[in-house]
């Protein structure tokens, strides 16, 4: 029998609406993206306080905890409560780190919006073992990129969030939006543990992930936790997470918009099947 885990499903709107005044001096209701402080506890112990759209708190949750390697197991996590009156997440697990307290103390700043600091010896709980290869084909990005154009319903409406995809190759299986990237993929590694057994089970199925935002040192982890070996972006690449996509084997594909990409690709995994027309004399170069 699957094991049970009892939640809250304490969602909230992902938008709000306000009065702007345009540069005509005309006013109109505008929507916002919502931000919602969530402060999370862990067996009674506070963790994080988290920023958040509210949209899926319960997963949110439930992946940080996992990414931050705070929850050892499914099995382990027990229940996830979300009380917006009072802006906490309660969850409830059998077991917790035997080193919690010096996992805490060891904190490390990190250039995530919406979060901050990464809980030590994170590296040290992403298997050493080189991912599963992916190969991935120009064709399929080129196809997949227009497949998420009918996704990013908040930022289309009230912009000020990021985005983040599991895909199998050009499907796209489950989308996020929330204030942080981190938030986003968070919720993601959340869903999976929430939705096991279920056809939601996106995370299982997935082997390309996609973000909006840039390909940090934590991005790569994050993804290597979940087992996936191609994150797409189209925003940049950071040193580190260049350094880390090399030790773990993932291929990382940058400032992907459009035709216009670039590939970091050090096990030659990418196959161009579909290159663009050649520029003419002229043409400007894309750098978005």
Same mark, same amino acid.
């Given at each position: ?22 540069? /005509? ?64 997440? %309660? ?27 990464? /809980? ?68 993601? %590694? ?16 997935? *082997?390309? /992930? ?59 995994? /990418? ?11 002229? *043409? ?5």
């Amino acid at each position: 029998m699957p094991h049970s885990i009892q939640r809250s499903h304490a969602r909230l709107p992902v938008t709000l609406d306000i009065q702007v005044v345009d540069e /005509f001096g005309q006013s109109h209701t505008q929507p916002i993206a919502a931000e919602r402080a969530l402060t999370v506890y862990l067996n009674r112990r506070e963790i994080v306080t988290l920023m958040s759209l509210g949209e899926d708190p319960e997963a949110l949750v439930v992946g940080y905890l996992r990414n931050q390697g705070l929850i050892g197991t499914r099995e382990d996590l027990e229940a996830v409560f979300v009380d917006w009156e009072v802006e906490a997440a %309660a969850v409830v697990t059998r077991h917790l780190p035997e080193d919690l307290e010096t996992r805490l103390g060891q904190r490390t700043v990190t250039t995530g919006c919406g979060q901050g600091t990464v /809980f030590g010896r994170l590296l040290d709980s992403v298997p050493r073992a080189r991912l599963t290869p992916t190969p991935l084909k120009q064709s399929v990005m080129y196809a997949l990129l227009e497949n998420l154009g009918a996704y990013n319903e908040t930022y289309r409406s009230a912009g000020a969030v990021h985005g983040c995809a599991l895909c199998r190759q050009e499907q796209v299986l489950d989308f996020v939006e929330d204030v942080g990237r981190h938030n986003a993929v968070d919720t993601l %590694a959340g869903r999976e543990w929430l939705n096991e057994g279920s056809s939601d089970a996106a995370c299982t199925q997935a *082997d390309i /992930f996609y973000t909006t935002g840039r390909l940090t040192s934590e991005m790569v982890l994050k993804v290597a936790q979940m087992g996936i070996s191609v994150l797409l972006s189209r925003s940049g690449v950071t040193q580190k997470g260049v350094e880390l996509a090399e030790r773990f084997g993932v291929l990382l594909v940058a400032r992907a918009k459009g035709r216009h990409f670039q590939v970091i690709d050090t096990q030659q995994r /990418f196959i161009f099947d579909a290159p663009p027309p050649p520029r003419r004399p002229g *043409d400007r170069r894309q750098t978005g």
